[in-house]
């Protein structure tokens, strides 16, 4: 399975785009990048997903690097609601499993 | 359409004692998932169906079992509860995984303690 490496925790300011990284070196040709969000204890929100083009739709923008090997998840401009967990998975094997790591504790301020 | 709901939302258990949680979801979904996650940890799967009457063992599945007698339906039993199995229980679902690209869809969790 692909794993995913990101950064543990990010600060963003309100109204500011939030970039977060995402790594995937040995991620398959035909394996997608799937983001994930957990806002406190809830259940995980699906946000995007991606294969090789980037991919925008009304919550973030996918911008996945030409050799595949990385992505990065923007919210164009974050607000305190967006301050969660963020995973960076790459969905792989025949049941499609999505496994998570810790992701990226994105914390929004004022 | 609820989504997919989780029965029930909280539960306490003395150790030793059993107890199913239930997953329904409506969406028609072929797959369906169960995960656990601990403070601080990202979520580790425990067992997954790919369809009605099959299951199968994810990351962590021991001192659990699953069955899946109706699609709709992904039961998670506990025989013995033991102090290590106090986490939150997510259920998933998802179609068929030859639309690799579809997206998974998560209950709001149950989250389990033992004592």
């Known amino acids: 399975d692909a794993k995913t490496t990101q950064p543990p925790s990010m600060d963003c300011a309100e109204g500011r785009a939030a970039n977060l990284p995402c790594n995937h070196s040995?991620?398959?040709?035909?394996?997608?990048v799937y983001w994930y969000r957990q806002i406190h204890s809830q259940g995980p929100q699906y946000i995007i997903h991606?294969?090789?083009n980037n991919e925008t739709n009304e919550m973030a923008s996918l911008i996945i690097t030409e050799d595949r090997k990385s992505s990065t998840l923007i919210l164009p401009h974050a607000t305190l609601r967006d301050t969660a967990v963020y995973y960076c998975?790459?969905?792989?094997?025949?049941?499609?499993?999505?496994?998570f790591g810790t992701g990226t504790r994105l914390q929004v301020t004022l | 359409n609820a989504g997919v709901t989780q029965t029930p939302k909280f539960r306490v258990l003395k150790t030793g004692q059993s107890m199913t949680l239930l997953c329904a979801q409506d969406?028609?979904?072929?797959?369906m998932y169960w995960y656990r996650q601990d403070p601080g940890m990202g979520l580790r799967l425990i067992h997954y169906?790919?369809?009605?009457?099959?299951?199968a063992k994810g990351e962590v599945p021991d001192g659990y079992n699953v069955s899946r007698l109706k699609k709709q339906n992904f039961l998670l039993g506990l025989e013995s509860a033991a102090p290590s199995q106090t986490s939150v229980y997510f259920c998933?679902?998802?179609?068929?995984?030859?639309?690799?690209?579809?997206?998974?869809?998560f209950g709001q969790g149950t989250r389990l303690t033992v004592v």
């Open positions: 998975i790459v969905r792989t094997g025949t049941a499609s499993k999505l496994t």
């Open positions: 998933a679902s998802s179609y068929s995984p030859g639309l690799r690209n579809t997206e998974a869809f």
């Open positions: 040995t991620i398959s040709g035909n394996e997608y």
């Open positions: 991606g294969l090789k």
């Open positions: 969406m028609n979904h072929e797959y």
């Open positions: 169906s790919v369809g009605e009457g099959t299951t």
